[in-house]
DNA sequence: TTGTAGGCGTTATCAT
DNA sequence: ATGATAACGCCTACAA
């Protein structure tokens, strides 16, 4: 039990609570002599300050909220990693809660958040979220937002994103430049805007390729984006679109889906039918064959966005003006065997 | 903002802070009318308390925290999941921090949740750790501890895994019955006590199957049980051992870098050499081929822990005295193409 | 039925 | 150099 406290410090050596604290503190006003009891039993008591009264005193937690839509997902484990590092250099807690996609979920983790009083704010939207009421709520109670991945546009925030259109643009640049010329999307649902931006820049670069966008080649993954629509979409495609020579795909884990499909059914990748799949998952590299990728920098972009958050809990600390900032991370292009 | 207080609803009505306190906890002793003006108001000045004075007054602060190896893990993910459910369920939340396999980093993160006074601990250790005297740190300060997956078996707290020898046993006893005779193992490193049951349940089968163990078929996976240890492990063993035809691996990153390894020197799975994984990762159901592995039922695990947690995190808050629990989750071989 | 008073443990202001 | 006092916001004996 560690249950000791300023009081019994005072008590022990008869001297007042005041002093006891400010000792402790550093504060230049107290003798070296009783400065060092203090310690020095305070050593002896193991003593650490209660953090539920520094907390009530000081009106900080020393804690940020996280709500992303899963865990068990490459990209977003390691955003966290990168969202944990940041936290520990200033010796912040981090509280996690899950969205699974759901609005409702999402709006249920907010209010837990505020009613525990974190003292900001990360979050990556669900998608489902189509309105931002909930995110406003936020602000309204002066507490520091960053979004991040799946952002919401409209909200006076700051945000960490990849550049979702120029990186899909880029990519599909890069395989009608390989000469791949009927080119599938498989986009992720309608909502999130980078789904919507990977979509925008597939249809662009294709525009700007002189190939005429045809919407019957793109195929919604709106189940969170996951395998099975993958391995679902690619069996359609095949069927209503033979003469398809590449997909481009959302994510990484639905072109996973589209490859063990095309594996078995016995289509030759990239031969017959490349696969590009976006995000670099760690299994890409591992499966047949290795699946050319687009690099989502996640640890960075945890980072990026835990330390925005932290300057702003700092600045807001301070009565400081906030100014919010939109960074966009470096994508790039990771060739390996499926184009 | 959202800084109503009771004291503000009292000034507003013009009664005590203890009646509206009261009234907002549906005590009997309040008359009907003062108690719906209360509330009525309250909700409309959206109050909610100040969790800091609650956690203060209650001396709890509704929150455990987790401490893993890391994030970035499929098993570990898994778990988190399980946990969250469960915390979920009770209005707790769940602060969460990684070891990264390092022991001084262990004792750092107990410290740190220890001086946020959470309720409860569940913690998977780390490889490094061979010591435990930072665990009855824990079990002294009277907080709940939950160990799961790696455990110490000689702390005195509740802990929860499958039957690590059980399931390598019944693993090897398995290849032995396929027809494989020279099974090299892939073993985790030497303190984990489920790298060193794993170890001990490939033997035991051996022995009951009248194979002689073989050391030297025994190669350690000591840099975190990944991918880079199965890969070059795998390179090592074929050039040392050409005879074998099977490998065991401690985990099924390893066995996807033996895959990796075997795939690339165009070494046959598992006709030549088979592979049986451990763990059951989603990679290892869309590799190639198809890992056979085991199954570890990482979110059930996580499931009980912690609802063993908040049991005991209730018994001691009700002052009831608490019996600690060893569970053990099932496993089964999945069996798919690498066997 | 309502309110007073004290305390949870810390910190900050203001006297001494 | 030291300490008394109040305040953070809530809860709960114990009066009234």
Redesign the interface.
């Known amino acids: ?2 249950n000791t406290t300023l009081k019994q410090i005072a008590n022990q050596l008869g001297i007042s609570i005041t002093t006891v604290s400010k000792s402790l503190k550093g504060y230049s006003d107290v003798s070296e002599k009783t400065k060092n009891a203090v310690i020095e039993l305070a050593n002896q008591l193991n003593y ?6 520094v ?2 005193r000081t ?1 900080e ?1 020393k ?1 940020i909220g996280l709500i992303i839509p899963t ?4 990209f977003f ?2 955003v ?2 990168g969202i ?1 590092e940041e936290a520990e250099k200033r ?1 912040y ?6 969205s699974n996609e759901k609005f409702e979920f999402e709006k249920k983790q907010i209010d ?1 958040l ?4 974190v003292d900001g704010i990360l979050m990556s939207l669900s998608n489902e979220t189509g309105e931002f009421e909930h995110l406003k709520t936020i602000l ?3 507490t520091p937002l960053v979004l991040f991945d799946k952002i919401a546009k409209l909200v006076n925030c700051s945000k960490v994103t990849i550049n979702d259109r120029k990186a899909a643009y880029d990519a599909v640049s890069y395989l009608i430049k390989k000469g791949y010329k009927k080119i599938a999307h498989f986009r992720g649902s309608y909502l999130p805007q980078n789904s919507i931006d990977r979509f925008l820049g597939y249809k662009k670069a294709l525009e700007d390729n002189n190939i005429i966008y045809d919407s019957s080649l793109v195929y919604v993954c709106d189940n969170n984006m996951d ?1 099975e629509n993958g391995y679902e979409n690619a069996k359609k495609v095949v069927n209503e679109h033979p003469e398809i020579d590449a997909i481009f795909a959302v994510t990484d884990l639905v072109a ?1 889906g589209i ?2 499909y095309l ?1 078995e059914v016995g289509i030759a990748i990239p031969t017959q039918i490349a696969v590009l799949g976006f995000s670099n998952w ?2 890409s590299s ?3 064959p290795k699946l050319s990728t687009i690099d989502q920098p996640g640890f960075k972009i945890g980072r990026k966005s835990a330390s925005i958050l932290f300057d702003e809990i700092n600045l807001k600390k301070n009565n400081l003006p906030i100014v919010f900032q939109s960074i966009e991370l470096a994508t790039s292009i990771i060739e390996r065997q499926s184009t």
Chains 1, 2 share one sequence.
């Open positions: 039990m560690n650490t300050p209660n953090s539920f009264a907390n009530l009106k937690s804690t865990l068990v997902h490459d484990s390691n966290i990693q944990l010796d807690l981090v509280i996690i809660l899950q837990l505020l009613n525990k009083r309204s109670h002066n395998f996973v490859i063990k594996n760690f299994m591992v499966i047949s």
